[in-house]
């Protein structure tokens, strides 16, 4: 089956510093990749997504380019702000299939200090 | 435009009572799914409806249920309450079903406590 794969948190960074967050997957087909994103006490929000090979999906600031080759999706910010705390889930939903089933990775927490 | 609307958000009940949860997907939205979210397990899938007819399910027992109407809104039911659905429960809309080809809009919860 599908599965998604998360670093495992949290992670404490300073204003301004340089984000990575790992995101690894397992698909029997041929999937969509997104990145969503929880503020404290809302609901999950998206923030990117790339649907083929080398697509680099991007908002806000964040990036993240599929991979196929390593089945990963990371993502990455260059220069992270306190307003970026919050969870991140990376996830995938398989492309063709009649249903949006998203399959989602454990969420890391991510804290910025001023 | 409304974003998803989840009713009610805070919800409190005892083992062995059941529960409805309500949905309201964003407007023209056809399609609806239903996640758990827990500490431990994260973000499990529980089903999906399209056009009133469910298109999908997860591994949960039968007594997780849901039901779509005709104007979209869905609801699902839990019967038999255990501790262990104490969860945040998401819902999210899409304007159609396929995946990787519509994006999905959640609604901000319903928290659950079961005592």
């Known amino acids: 089956g599908n599965s998604v794969t998360q670093m495992e948190g949290p992670v404490t960074l300073s204003e301004e510093a340089f984000l990575t967050i790992n995101c690894t997957y397992t698909a029997t087909g041929y999937p969509s990749l997104f990145w969503y994103v929880q503020y404290p006490g809302e609901g999950l929000q998206l923030l990117l997504k790339a649907t083929k090979a080398d697509d680099k999906g991007s908002n806000k600031g964040f990036e993240a380019t599929y991979r196929k080759e390593t089945t990963s999706f990371h993502l990455e910010k260059g220069s992270v702000q306190v307003s970026d705390s919050a969870v991140y889930f990376c996830?995938?939903?398989?492309?063709?299939?009649?249903?949006?089933?998203?399959?989602f990775g454990k969420g890391i927490t991510l804290s910025v200090r001023p | 435009k409304a974003g998803v609307t989840q009713t009610p958000r805070y919800l409190i009940k005892t083992r062995g009572q059941q529960v409805t949860l309500s949905c309201s997907p964003i407007s023209g939205h056809r399609s609806v799914s239903w996640y758990q979210q827990t500490p431990g397990q994260g973000l499990q899938f529980l089903f999906e409806?399209?056009?009133?007819?469910?298109?999908n399910k997860g591994n949960f027992p039968g007594r997780f249920s849901g039901r779509q109407f005709s104007n979209s809104r869905s609801e699902m039911n839990v019967s038999t309450l255990e501790l262990g659905d104490s969860a945040l429960y998401l819902c999210?809309?899409?304007?159609?079903?396929?995946?990787?080809?519509?994006?999905?809009?959640f609604g901000p919860g319903t928290r659950l406590t079961v005592t």
């Open positions: 999210a809309s899409s304007l159609g079903a396929g995946g990787g080809s519509y994006e999905q809009y």
């Open positions: 409806y399209f056009s009133e007819t469910q298109r």
């Open positions: 996830a995938l939903s398989e492309i063709g299939g009649a249903n949006s089933k998203l399959t």
